[in-house]
Protein backbone atom coordinates (compact mmCIF):
# COMPACT_ATOMS: atom_id res chain seq x y z
CA UNK A 1 0.00 0.00 0.00
CA UNK A 2 1.20 3.34 0.86
CA UNK A 3 4.55 1.74 1.88
CA UNK A 4 5.18 0.28 -2.20
CA UNK A 5 7.39 2.82 -3.23
CA UNK A 6 9.26 4.31 0.27
CA UNK A 7 13.07 5.11 -0.27
CA UNK A 8 14.59 2.88 2.56
CA UNK A 9 15.72 4.88 5.00
CA UNK A 10 19.63 6.04 4.91
CA UNK A 11 21.42 4.56 8.65
CA UNK A 12 23.02 7.29 8.83
CA UNK A 13 19.95 9.72 8.58
CA UNK A 14 18.62 7.10 11.13
CA UNK A 15 21.16 7.62 13.86
CA UNK A 16 20.78 11.08 13.50
CA UNK A 17 17.25 11.87 13.97
CA UNK A 18 17.70 9.42 16.87
CA UNK A 19 18.95 11.66 19.28
CA UNK A 20 18.28 11.05 22.93
CA UNK A 21 19.65 13.57 25.52
CA UNK A 22 21.02 12.24 28.21
CA UNK A 23 18.57 14.70 30.53
CA UNK A 24 15.65 12.51 29.22
CA UNK A 25 16.95 8.92 28.90
CA UNK A 26 18.30 8.43 31.98
CA UNK A 27 15.41 5.96 32.72
CA UNK A 28 15.86 4.27 29.78
CA UNK A 29 19.68 3.96 29.99
CA UNK A 30 19.36 2.85 33.76
CA UNK A 31 16.76 0.09 33.18
CA UNK A 32 19.56 -1.25 29.93
CA UNK A 33 22.34 -0.89 31.57
CA UNK A 34 23.83 -4.17 32.77
CA UNK A 35 25.75 -2.92 36.07
CA UNK A 36 22.87 -1.68 37.57
CA UNK A 37 19.41 -3.22 36.12
CA UNK A 38 20.57 -6.65 36.26
CA UNK A 39 23.29 -7.21 38.57
CA UNK A 40 21.08 -9.78 40.44
CA UNK A 41 19.90 -11.27 37.27
CA UNK A 42 23.78 -11.67 35.58
CA UNK A 43 24.28 -13.99 38.81
CA UNK A 44 21.05 -15.78 38.03
CA UNK A 45 21.13 -16.67 34.35
CA UNK A 46 21.82 -19.93 32.76
CA UNK A 47 24.36 -21.34 31.03
CA UNK A 48 24.68 -23.63 28.11
CA UNK A 49 23.73 -24.65 24.32
CA UNK A 50 20.95 -22.39 22.81
CA UNK A 51 19.05 -25.04 20.50
CA UNK A 52 17.94 -23.25 17.12
CA UNK A 53 15.15 -25.25 15.95
CA UNK A 54 13.35 -26.71 19.21
CA UNK A 55 11.82 -22.82 20.41
CA UNK A 56 8.01 -23.78 21.35
CA UNK A 57 5.06 -22.45 18.86
CA UNK A 58 1.09 -22.03 19.21
CA UNK A 59 -1.29 -21.61 16.71
CA UNK A 60 -3.17 -18.46 16.56
CA UNK A 61 -7.10 -20.17 16.36
CA UNK A 62 -8.14 -17.31 14.76
CA UNK A 63 -5.61 -16.49 11.87
CA UNK A 64 -3.81 -19.70 11.92
CA UNK A 65 -0.30 -17.89 12.77
CA UNK A 66 1.97 -20.17 14.13
CA UNK A 67 3.78 -18.07 16.91
CA UNK A 68 6.81 -18.52 19.12
CA UNK A 69 6.23 -18.92 22.61
CA UNK A 70 9.27 -16.08 23.33
CA UNK A 71 7.68 -12.57 21.70
CA UNK A 72 10.10 -10.02 21.57
CA UNK A 73 9.35 -6.93 23.48
CA UNK A 74 10.75 -4.09 21.49
CA UNK A 75 10.56 -1.19 24.16
CA UNK A 76 14.08 -1.67 25.53
CA UNK A 77 16.14 -1.29 22.92
CA UNK A 78 20.13 -1.01 23.22
CA UNK A 79 21.45 2.62 23.56
CA UNK A 80 24.77 4.21 23.02
CA UNK A 81 26.53 7.19 23.18
CA UNK A 82 26.85 9.50 20.39
CA UNK A 83 30.59 9.95 20.92
CA UNK A 84 32.33 8.96 24.18
CA UNK A 85 31.41 11.48 26.23
CA UNK A 86 28.40 12.99 24.86
CA UNK A 87 25.66 13.97 26.55
CA UNK A 88 23.43 12.56 23.60
CA UNK A 89 22.46 9.11 22.90
CA UNK A 90 20.93 6.94 20.45
CA UNK A 91 19.66 3.19 19.94
CA UNK A 92 22.53 0.93 18.37
CA UNK A 93 20.94 -0.02 15.29
CA UNK A 94 23.99 -2.46 14.87
CA UNK A 95 23.15 -3.98 17.81
CA UNK A 96 19.27 -4.56 17.42
CA UNK A 97 20.00 -6.00 14.20
CA UNK A 98 22.08 -8.35 15.88
CA UNK A 99 19.44 -9.12 18.17
CA UNK A 100 16.80 -9.31 15.75
CA UNK A 101 19.07 -11.69 13.30
CA UNK A 102 19.95 -14.15 16.64
CA UNK A 103 16.44 -14.23 17.62
CA UNK A 104 14.76 -15.28 14.43
CA UNK A 105 17.17 -17.64 13.83
CA UNK A 106 16.42 -19.35 17.08
CA UNK A 107 13.00 -19.32 15.67
CA UNK A 108 11.50 -16.19 17.33
CA UNK A 109 8.93 -14.95 15.20
CA UNK A 110 6.72 -12.26 17.37
CA UNK A 111 7.86 -9.06 17.39
CA UNK A 112 5.78 -6.01 19.94
CA UNK A 113 6.40 -2.34 19.49
CA UNK A 114 4.54 0.78 19.78
CA UNK A 115 4.43 4.29 18.47
CA UNK A 116 5.81 5.58 22.17
CA UNK A 117 8.34 3.35 23.05
CA UNK A 118 12.24 4.25 23.20
CA UNK A 119 10.62 7.97 23.46
CA UNK A 120 9.48 7.25 19.94
CA UNK A 121 11.87 5.59 18.52
CA UNK A 122 11.56 2.32 18.64
CA UNK A 123 9.06 1.46 15.58
CA UNK A 124 11.86 2.77 13.33
CA UNK A 125 14.38 0.54 14.59
CA UNK A 126 12.67 -2.88 15.26
CA UNK A 127 11.45 -1.93 11.48
CA UNK A 128 14.62 -1.18 9.99
CA UNK A 129 16.19 -4.24 11.73
CA UNK A 130 13.25 -6.40 10.00
CA UNK A 131 13.42 -5.29 6.92
CA UNK A 132 16.56 -7.07 6.42
CA UNK A 133 14.12 -10.40 6.78
CA UNK A 134 11.83 -11.91 4.46
CA UNK A 135 7.87 -10.68 5.47
CA UNK A 136 6.58 -13.81 6.25
CA UNK A 137 9.49 -14.77 8.87
CA UNK A 138 7.98 -12.43 11.19
CA UNK A 139 5.17 -11.06 13.10
CA UNK A 140 4.55 -7.22 13.75
CA UNK A 141 2.36 -5.93 16.52
CA UNK A 142 2.00 -2.27 17.65
CA UNK A 143 -0.23 -0.56 18.74
CA UNK A 144 -2.51 2.79 18.47
CA UNK A 145 -0.60 4.58 21.80
CA UNK A 146 -3.04 7.72 21.12
CA UNK A 147 -2.95 9.14 24.88
CA UNK A 148 -2.50 12.86 23.75
CA UNK A 149 -5.87 14.72 23.48
CA UNK A 150 -4.46 15.51 19.30
CA UNK A 151 -3.72 12.15 19.20
CA UNK A 152 -7.44 11.32 20.02
CA UNK A 153 -9.61 13.22 16.95
CA UNK A 154 -10.11 10.93 14.20
CA UNK A 155 -7.41 12.54 12.03
CA UNK A 156 -5.23 12.88 14.85
CA UNK A 157 -5.08 8.50 15.49
CA UNK A 158 -5.56 7.63 11.79
CA UNK A 159 -2.67 9.77 11.16
CA UNK A 160 -0.76 8.02 14.23
CA UNK A 161 -2.35 4.67 12.74
CA UNK A 162 -0.97 5.58 9.47
CA UNK A 163 2.91 6.47 10.38
CA UNK A 164 3.28 3.01 12.12
CA UNK A 165 3.22 1.44 8.53
CA UNK A 166 5.77 4.55 7.41
CA UNK A 167 7.90 3.81 10.35
CA UNK A 168 7.95 -0.08 10.47
CA UNK A 169 7.96 -0.21 6.44
CA UNK A 170 5.20 -2.59 6.23
CA UNK A 171 2.10 -2.93 4.06
CA UNK A 172 0.05 -4.84 6.77
CA UNK A 173 0.27 -5.10 10.51
CA UNK A 174 0.17 -8.16 11.95
CA UNK A 175 -1.50 -7.47 15.22
CA UNK A 176 -3.14 -4.33 15.74
CA UNK A 177 -3.24 -3.28 19.86
CA UNK A 178 -5.45 -0.34 21.24
CA UNK A 179 -3.03 0.62 23.69
CA UNK A 180 -3.21 0.43 27.51
CA UNK A 181 -6.61 0.65 27.75
CA UNK A 182 -8.22 0.94 31.25
CA UNK A 183 -6.78 4.19 33.26
CA UNK A 184 -9.97 6.41 33.40
CA UNK A 185 -12.63 4.18 33.13
CA UNK A 186 -15.28 3.38 29.93
CA UNK A 187 -15.22 7.61 29.59
CA UNK A 188 -11.15 7.84 28.42
CA UNK A 189 -11.97 4.74 26.26
CA UNK A 190 -15.35 6.21 24.60
CA UNK A 191 -12.63 9.28 23.99
CA UNK A 192 -10.07 7.48 22.21
CA UNK A 193 -11.88 5.14 20.51
CA UNK A 194 -15.79 4.80 20.39
CA UNK A 195 -16.60 8.83 20.07
CA UNK A 196 -14.51 9.45 17.16
CA UNK A 197 -15.02 6.55 14.85
CA UNK A 198 -11.55 5.14 15.34
CA UNK A 199 -12.68 1.88 16.27
CA UNK A 200 -15.13 1.67 13.41
CA UNK A 201 -12.19 3.03 11.73
CA UNK A 202 -9.95 -0.12 12.72
CA UNK A 203 -12.54 -2.84 11.99
CA UNK A 204 -12.66 -1.74 8.59
CA UNK A 205 -8.98 -1.56 8.16
CA UNK A 206 -9.19 -5.36 9.30
CA UNK A 207 -11.65 -6.20 6.70
CA UNK A 208 -9.46 -4.61 4.76
CA UNK A 209 -6.75 -6.96 5.05
CA UNK A 210 -4.39 -3.84 6.79
CA UNK A 211 -4.57 -5.42 10.38
CA UNK A 212 -4.32 -9.49 10.20
CA UNK A 213 -5.01 -9.27 14.39
CA UNK A 214 -6.91 -6.79 16.05
CA UNK A 215 -7.00 -6.27 19.85
CA UNK A 216 -6.32 -4.18 22.93
CA UNK A 217 -3.48 -4.18 26.15
CA UNK A 218 -5.59 -3.86 28.98
CA UNK A 219 -4.21 -1.99 32.23
CA UNK A 220 -5.99 -0.24 34.68
CA UNK A 221 -9.90 -0.63 35.40
CA UNK A 222 -11.37 -3.64 35.38
CA UNK A 223 -14.72 -2.19 33.95
CA UNK A 224 -12.98 -1.44 30.48
CA UNK A 225 -11.66 -5.00 30.47
CA UNK A 226 -15.14 -6.63 31.21
CA UNK A 227 -17.20 -4.35 28.84
CA UNK A 228 -14.59 -4.72 26.10
CA UNK A 229 -15.80 -8.35 26.36
CA UNK A 230 -19.10 -8.34 26.75
CA UNK A 231 -19.18 -6.88 23.73
CA UNK A 232 -16.36 -9.91 21.84
CA UNK A 233 -19.23 -10.66 19.46
CA UNK A 234 -19.25 -7.12 17.98
CA UNK A 235 -15.59 -6.59 17.69
CA UNK A 236 -14.47 -10.35 17.44
CA UNK A 237 -11.00 -9.34 19.27
CA UNK A 238 -8.70 -11.48 18.07
CA UNK A 239 -6.13 -11.48 20.88
CA UNK A 240 -5.83 -10.02 24.13
CA UNK A 241 -2.31 -8.70 25.80
CA UNK A 242 -2.61 -8.92 29.85
CA UNK A 243 0.26 -8.40 32.33
CA UNK A 244 0.51 -11.98 34.06
CA UNK A 245 3.34 -13.51 36.41
CA UNK A 246 3.18 -16.10 39.32
CA UNK A 247 2.91 -13.29 41.73
CA UNK A 248 -0.08 -11.37 39.89
CA UNK A 249 -1.68 -14.83 39.09
CA UNK A 250 -3.42 -14.33 42.75
CA UNK A 251 -1.75 -11.21 44.19
CA UNK A 252 -1.99 -8.42 41.86
CA UNK A 253 -3.67 -6.02 44.56
CA UNK A 254 -0.96 -6.74 47.02
CA UNK A 255 1.86 -6.00 44.73
CA UNK A 256 0.33 -3.53 41.95
CA UNK A 257 -3.00 -1.69 43.70
CA UNK A 258 -4.91 -3.33 40.84
CA UNK A 259 -8.25 -4.26 41.80
CA UNK A 260 -7.91 -7.51 39.37
CA UNK A 261 -5.96 -11.09 39.56
CA UNK A 262 -3.92 -12.01 36.40
CA UNK A 263 -6.23 -15.04 36.83
CA UNK A 264 -9.17 -13.44 36.29
CA UNK A 265 -7.81 -11.58 33.38
CA UNK A 266 -6.56 -15.26 31.66
CA UNK A 267 -9.76 -16.98 32.74
CA UNK A 268 -12.00 -14.10 31.14
CA UNK A 269 -10.28 -14.67 27.66
CA UNK A 270 -9.84 -18.87 28.16
CA UNK A 271 -13.71 -19.26 28.20
CA UNK A 272 -13.69 -16.92 25.40
CA UNK A 273 -11.22 -18.67 23.29
CA UNK A 274 -9.98 -15.68 22.56
CA UNK A 275 -5.52 -15.90 22.73
CA UNK A 276 -3.22 -14.12 25.52
CA UNK A 277 -0.40 -12.39 24.98
CA UNK A 278 1.30 -11.97 27.88
CA UNK A 279 3.48 -8.77 28.74
CA UNK A 280 5.14 -8.09 32.31
CA UNK A 281 5.74 -11.85 33.25
CA UNK A 282 8.77 -10.69 35.57
CA UNK A 283 6.83 -8.46 37.24
CA UNK A 284 8.63 -5.55 35.72
CA UNK A 285 12.04 -7.10 35.85
CA UNK A 286 11.04 -7.69 39.85
CA UNK A 287 11.09 -11.16 39.81
CA UNK A 288 14.50 -11.71 38.03
CA UNK A 289 15.94 -9.63 40.78
CA UNK A 290 14.58 -10.93 43.88
CA UNK A 291 16.15 -10.64 47.38
CA UNK A 292 19.52 -13.19 47.52
CA UNK A 293 17.26 -15.16 49.82
CA UNK A 294 14.75 -16.39 46.85
CA UNK A 295 17.20 -16.44 44.80
CA UNK A 296 18.93 -19.32 46.87
CA UNK A 297 15.82 -20.99 47.22
CA UNK A 298 15.75 -21.12 43.59
CA UNK A 299 19.16 -22.10 42.70
CA UNK A 300 18.92 -24.75 45.15
CA UNK A 301 16.01 -26.75 43.65
CA UNK A 302 17.31 -26.19 40.06
CA UNK A 303 20.97 -24.83 40.21
CA UNK A 304 21.25 -24.94 36.52
CA UNK A 305 18.47 -22.83 35.61
CA UNK A 306 18.16 -19.08 35.48
CA UNK A 307 15.71 -17.02 38.09
CA UNK A 308 14.15 -15.61 35.11
CA UNK A 309 12.81 -19.07 33.64
CA UNK A 310 10.67 -19.95 36.47
CA UNK A 311 8.70 -17.17 35.55
CA UNK A 312 8.66 -17.65 32.04
CA UNK A 313 7.57 -21.27 32.37
CA UNK A 314 4.90 -20.66 34.77
CA UNK A 315 3.68 -18.17 31.67
CA UNK A 316 3.74 -20.40 29.17
CA UNK A 317 2.31 -23.26 30.65
CA UNK A 318 -1.34 -22.08 30.22
CA UNK A 319 -2.59 -23.56 27.37
CA UNK A 320 -4.02 -20.65 26.24
CA UNK A 321 -0.91 -17.91 26.00
CA UNK A 322 -0.31 -17.19 22.49
CA UNK A 323 3.00 -15.72 23.31
CA UNK A 324 4.95 -14.22 26.17
CA UNK A 325 6.83 -10.97 25.78
CA UNK A 326 10.05 -9.78 26.90
CA UNK A 327 11.92 -6.85 26.62
CA UNK A 328 15.50 -8.03 26.20
CA UNK A 329 18.43 -5.61 25.82
CA UNK A 330 21.19 -8.24 26.35
CA UNK A 331 22.28 -11.48 24.31
CA UNK A 332 22.80 -13.23 27.40
CA UNK A 333 18.87 -12.25 28.35
CA UNK A 334 17.81 -13.00 24.83
CA UNK A 335 19.64 -16.74 24.74
CA UNK A 336 18.44 -17.60 28.37
CA UNK A 337 14.99 -16.87 27.29
CA UNK A 338 15.48 -19.22 24.21
CA UNK A 339 16.79 -21.85 25.59
CA UNK A 340 13.34 -21.84 28.48
CA UNK A 341 11.11 -22.30 25.58
CA UNK A 342 13.32 -24.49 23.25
CA UNK A 343 11.07 -26.33 23.92
CA UNK A 344 9.32 -25.30 27.36
CA UNK A 345 9.03 -28.06 29.75
CA UNK A 346 5.45 -26.89 31.59
CA UNK A 347 5.61 -26.45 35.08
CA UNK A 348 3.69 -29.74 37.32
CA UNK A 349 1.57 -28.77 40.12
CA UNK A 350 4.09 -29.16 42.71
CA UNK A 351 6.68 -26.27 40.74
CA UNK A 352 3.10 -24.48 40.52
CA UNK A 353 2.81 -24.56 44.20
CA UNK A 354 6.29 -24.01 44.57
CA UNK A 355 5.85 -20.58 42.90
CA UNK A 356 2.70 -19.51 44.80
CA UNK A 357 5.00 -19.83 47.83
CA UNK A 358 7.82 -17.67 46.41
CA UNK A 359 5.27 -15.22 45.75
CA UNK A 360 3.80 -15.15 49.24
CA UNK A 361 7.61 -15.16 50.75
CA UNK A 362 8.42 -11.70 48.25
CA UNK A 363 5.33 -10.13 49.06
CA UNK A 364 6.91 -10.01 52.29
CA UNK A 365 9.62 -7.57 50.74
CA UNK A 366 7.57 -4.39 50.27
CA UNK A 367 9.23 -3.40 46.92
CA UNK A 368 7.11 -0.44 44.52
CA UNK A 369 6.06 -1.89 41.72
CA UNK A 370 7.52 0.27 39.15
CA UNK A 371 8.55 -1.38 36.01
CA UNK A 372 10.72 1.46 34.50
CA UNK A 373 8.03 2.07 31.81
CA UNK A 374 8.84 5.82 31.66
CA UNK A 375 4.86 6.81 30.80
CA UNK A 376 5.25 9.22 33.79
CA UNK A 377 7.92 10.98 32.32
CA UNK A 378 9.10 13.85 31.69
CA UNK A 379 8.00 15.44 35.49
CA UNK A 380 7.82 19.27 34.72
CA UNK A 381 9.97 19.38 37.99
CA UNK A 382 13.27 17.37 36.87
CA UNK A 383 12.21 14.47 38.79
CA UNK A 384 13.84 11.26 37.02
CA UNK A 385 10.62 8.91 38.87
CA UNK A 386 11.87 5.95 37.67
CA UNK A 387 15.46 6.14 38.84
CA UNK A 388 14.48 6.82 42.25
CA UNK A 389 12.11 3.97 42.57
CA UNK A 390 14.46 1.64 41.14
CA UNK A 391 16.97 2.62 43.46
CA UNK A 392 15.04 2.06 46.76
CA UNK A 393 13.48 -0.94 45.12
CA UNK A 394 16.97 -2.23 44.58
CA UNK A 395 18.25 -1.24 48.12
CA UNK A 396 14.90 -3.51 49.67
CA UNK A 397 16.11 -6.28 47.50
CA UNK A 398 19.95 -6.29 49.12
CA UNK A 399 18.60 -5.48 52.55
CA UNK A 400 20.22 -2.02 52.48
CA UNK A 401 16.60 -0.75 54.06
CA UNK A 402 16.99 -0.01 57.68
CA UNK A 403 14.06 0.18 60.62
CA UNK A 404 16.51 2.16 62.66
CA UNK A 405 19.85 2.39 64.01
CA UNK A 406 19.60 -0.70 66.37
CA UNK A 407 19.68 -2.73 63.52
CA UNK A 408 22.70 -4.79 63.30
CA UNK A 409 23.65 -3.56 60.01
CA UNK A 410 22.95 0.01 60.10
CA UNK A 411 25.77 1.56 59.45
CA UNK A 412 26.53 -0.53 56.13
CA UNK A 413 23.21 -0.02 55.22
CA UNK A 414 22.73 3.89 55.51
CA UNK A 415 26.22 4.43 53.56
CA UNK A 416 25.23 1.41 50.78
CA UNK A 417 21.57 3.97 50.43
CA UNK A 418 23.17 6.98 50.47
CA UNK A 419 25.86 6.48 48.20
CA UNK A 420 24.33 4.61 45.61
CA UNK A 421 21.42 7.48 45.39
CA UNK A 422 23.96 10.08 44.85
CA UNK A 423 24.87 7.77 41.98
CA UNK A 424 21.66 6.67 40.48
CA UNK A 425 20.04 9.63 40.90
CA UNK A 426 21.66 13.11 39.91
CA UNK A 427 21.06 15.29 43.37
CA UNK A 428 18.39 17.82 41.35
CA UNK A 429 16.37 14.94 39.72
CA UNK A 430 16.23 13.28 43.72
CA UNK A 431 12.45 12.72 45.67
CA UNK A 432 13.31 16.44 47.75
CA UNK A 433 12.58 17.99 44.32
CA UNK A 434 9.22 16.61 44.11
CA UNK A 435 6.36 19.25 44.59
CA UNK A 436 3.16 17.13 44.47
CA UNK A 437 1.63 18.31 41.57
CA UNK A 438 0.41 15.16 41.06
CA UNK A 439 0.90 15.17 37.00
CA UNK A 440 2.43 12.14 36.93
CA UNK A 441 -0.23 10.10 38.51
CA UNK A 442 -2.55 9.79 35.48
CA UNK A 443 0.48 8.23 33.64
CA UNK A 444 1.60 5.40 35.83
CA UNK A 445 0.63 1.72 34.48
CA UNK A 446 0.94 0.95 37.86
CA UNK A 447 -1.33 3.07 39.51
CA UNK A 448 2.02 3.82 41.44
CA UNK A 449 1.11 6.97 44.15
CA UNK A 450 4.06 8.72 42.70
CA UNK A 451 4.20 12.11 44.86
CA UNK A 452 3.85 9.78 47.85
CA UNK A 453 5.97 7.21 47.46
CA UNK A 454 8.27 10.11 46.44
CA UNK A 455 7.78 11.78 50.26
CA UNK A 456 8.16 8.71 51.71
CA UNK A 457 11.68 7.75 50.22
CA UNK A 458 12.68 11.89 50.82
CA UNK A 459 11.79 11.65 54.90
CA UNK A 460 13.71 8.24 54.91
CA UNK A 461 16.90 9.86 53.26
CA UNK A 462 16.83 12.68 55.21
CA UNK A 463 16.21 10.43 58.22
CA UNK A 464 19.61 8.66 57.12
CA UNK A 465 21.60 12.15 56.65
CA UNK A 466 20.41 13.46 59.69
CA UNK A 467 21.16 9.92 61.99
CA UNK A 468 17.10 10.71 63.38
CA UNK A 469 15.83 7.43 62.17
CA UNK A 470 14.66 5.88 65.46
S1 LIG B 1 4.03 14.89 41.68
FE1 LIG B 1 6.24 15.11 41.96
S2 LIG B 1 7.13 13.51 40.72
FE2 LIG B 1 5.03 13.76 40.00
S3 LIG B 1 5.19 15.21 38.31
FE3 LIG B 1 4.76 16.42 40.17
S4 LIG B 1 6.78 16.99 40.93
FE4 LIG B 1 7.09 15.35 39.46
S1 LIG C 1 4.89 5.26 35.02
FE1 LIG C 1 4.84 4.15 36.96
S2 LIG C 1 5.73 2.16 36.49
FE2 LIG C 1 6.27 3.53 34.78
S3 LIG C 1 8.28 4.37 35.33
FE3 LIG C 1 6.76 5.80 36.10
S4 LIG C 1 6.40 5.16 38.21
FE4 LIG C 1 7.42 3.47 37.18
Not at 21 to 31: C, D, I, R
Not at 139 to 161: C, D, H, V, W
Not at 264 to 284: F, Q, S, T
Amino acid sequence: MEEKNKKPINRRDFIKIVGISAATSTAVLYGCSPGKENTSTSSATAEGEVPTDKMTHRDNPTSGDRVSLLGYGCMRWPTKEVAEGSNENVIDQDAVNELVDYAIAHGVNYFDTAPVYVQGFSERSTGIALKRHPREKFFIATKLSNFAPSQQTREGAIAMYRNSFKELQVDYIDYLLLHSVGGGGLEAFNKRYIDNGVLDFLLEERKAGHIRNLGFSYHGEVEVYDWLLANHDKYKWDFVQIQLNYVDWKHANETNRRNVNADYLYDELNKRGIPAVIMEPLLGGRLSKLSDNLIARFKERSPGSSVASWAFRFAGSLPNVLTVLSGMTYMEHLQDNIRTYSPLQELTDEEKEFLEETARLMLTYPTIPCNDCDYCMPCPYGLDIPAVLLHYNRCVNAGDIVKGKNDSDYARARRAFLVGYDRSVPKLRQASHCIDCKECVPHCPQNINIPREMRRIDAYVEQLKQGTLE
